[in-house]
């Protein structure tokens, strides 16, 4: 590979996301850090996008229905973990975003620094939404990434926090926004009346919960037969997105007693198209509210199932949109909080054309180097003996990132080879998928019996 300082002036960035939500922030993080305005980007700039081959994989509905994201969906590829840092060998990337779940950015930066590269990419990472649980242990997985972007102010001072806590290199956490806040500043329209609830596929997460949340959501489009009453769902049954939905909404709907009234609706898509058309959107924790936020459409926080750390709900304590459906119900509409959203990187104040101008000042200062330090994560064999060879090998990678014996596949060997091993390869990504998606919860459900 050519010397950094003798690379052409295309800017070439790799985008690997295992998720449909993933991929909409990796994809769009990647426009905003090499774009001034958000906007597709320049001529000089070439963005690919791979999908790390999982049981969260998105299908091709998927993907279309993240939006446009600046990048053909027929130009998208799936990958293994070790095809993957294969590509980064041989195509010579500037810039790499690992838009993944922690441990997946982990065996991405030892596997990196194993290819000792004479000229590495700089390495982007962060959280797709809010940061509700397992700070700690998401934030060290991702340590050792150039940059780690904090969503708000608010994350970007507990990020740091954590690092300093543990003696880590917090240098890397750059304050930024949520990449894919956008769309017009809600208007009220004469004879609209749109209430949606944004499902989330994990919270709540049993049964009676989630056939409770149903259950008042139909009952208030019952009470409001002038209302729309749309129930925005992230996934088809069998589809998985960032997280495992094992009780979809669509077969609760299908028994719930009584039916469906006929101003209720269940609906797919992308979100920005639904919340042009919400007046009031409703959630347990879902990144939709802040995505409403950010477009001044009231929000609402259910506190009916409590205010809890599982639920996520808490992350909104002093927001002032916290509420139940029995005030929803009466005709009630939180006000949101302004000191706690200027905190939170909605940044419906205007601010948000500026939001990521730190972070793509940061990647071209980087970028400028004849050579950057080697990628140095917290977890090491030395630091994490028994808890990094586990997260490394789930991804063929021994301890020290390098592919374990048999988990590089050869090159193919002619176009007919190729074809008959990536058939093979299509039977068994479906009959995985088959076996997580499908038949896995039915045994967990089972074994609860």
Known sequence: MPPRTEKTSTLRVAVLADSDTRWKWGALTARRLTTGDGGAPTPRTEISGLL?????????????????????????????????????????????????????????????????????????????????????????????????????RHDA???????????????????????????????????????????????????????????????????????????????????????????????????????????FRLVYGHMGEVLDRTDLLVTVSSTAALESLHRRIPTAVLTDLGVRETLGNHHFIGSGLLTSWDHLDGGAHPE?????????????????????????????????????????PYYTPATAPGYLPGILARHHLAPDGHPLPGAAAPRETGRVRGAVREAVRDAARGAYRHGVQRVAPVIRRMGEL
Do not use: C
């Not at 300093?164 to 956490?173: F, I, L, N, T, Y």
């Open 157 to 263: 001072e507990r990020f740091r926090a954590v690092y300093e806590g543990v003696g880590a290199d917090a240098s890397a956490v750059t304050e930024a926004a949520l990449p894919f806040l956008g769309g017009a500043p809600h208007t009220p329209e004469q004879g609209r009346d749109t209430v949606v609830f944004a499902a989330q596929p994990s919270v709540p997460a049993s049964r009676a919960d989630r056939t409770y949340l149903l259950r008042r959501l139909v009952e208030h489009a019952r009470l409001h037969p002038q209302r729309e009453v749309l129930l925005k769902l992230r996934s088809k049954p069998g589809e998985h997105t960032t997280h495992i939905e094992e009780l979809p909404y669509q077969r609760l709907a299908e028994k719930l007693p009584g039916g469906l009234p006929p101003n």
């Open 336 to 376: 949101p909080d302004a000191a706690w959203l200027a905190g939170q990187g909605v940044a419906a104040d205007g601010t948000y054309a500026t939001a990521y101008d730190t972070a793509r000042a940061r990647v071209t200062a980087l970028l400028a180097q004849d050579r950057l330090p080697e990628l140095a």
């Open 52 to 152: 790390l081959r999982g049981r969260a994989t998105p299908t091709p509905r998927q993907l279309a229905e993240v939006g446009d994201v600046g990048i053909d969906t027929d130009r998208v590829r799936e990958v293994t973990a070790v095809e993957f840092l294969q590509t980064v060998r041989d195509e010579g990337y500037d810039v790499v975003v690992l838009a993944l779940v922690g441990g997946a950015v982990q065996a991405m930066l030892h596997g990196l620094a194993a290819l000792r590269l004479s000229a590495r990419p700089v390495v982007v990472t962060g959280y797709v939404g809010v940061v509700y649980e397992k700070l700690a242990d998401g934030l060290l997985l991702r340590h050792g990434a150039d940059v780690v972007l904090a969503n708000s």
